[in-house]
């Protein structure tokens, strides 16, 4: 009987390092520090799926711009802000 208490105490004792809740005083990480790691690996995968997804997306961009001179002319006056010979602007912002 004192034998299964002394191994029950054992199982109890390796049971809590290895939940990792004493991982602060032990210093060896456990299975909580497990599954947050997981978790987080588990963001940082979504976040690099979206990333390249992006990068394809620019890069299917870039080789249209690289490809065709008027769409070029077009995304360069867009952002200068700069009207075509052949492009009508309409004003709708109200004069005090």
């Known amino acids: ?14 049971t809590i390092l290895l939940s990792g809740a004493f991982s ?9 520090d497990w599954m947050r790691l997981d978790s987080l690996l588990s963001e940082k995968e979504k976040q690099i799926a979206g990333v390249e997804s992006e990068i394809e997306h620019l890069k299917s961009e870039s080789h249209l711009l690289e490809s065709s001179a008027a769409l070029q002319q ?3 006056r867009r952002v200068l802000g700069y009207a075509g010979k052949d492009e009508l602007i309409f004003d709708f912002t109200a004069n005090p």
């Open 24 to 32: 602060s005083i032990v210093g060896s990480p456990g299975i909580l």
């Open 1 to 14: 009987m004192k034998s299964h208490k002394f191994w029950l105490v054992v199982f109890s004792i390796w």
């Open 74 to 76: 077009r995304e360069i």
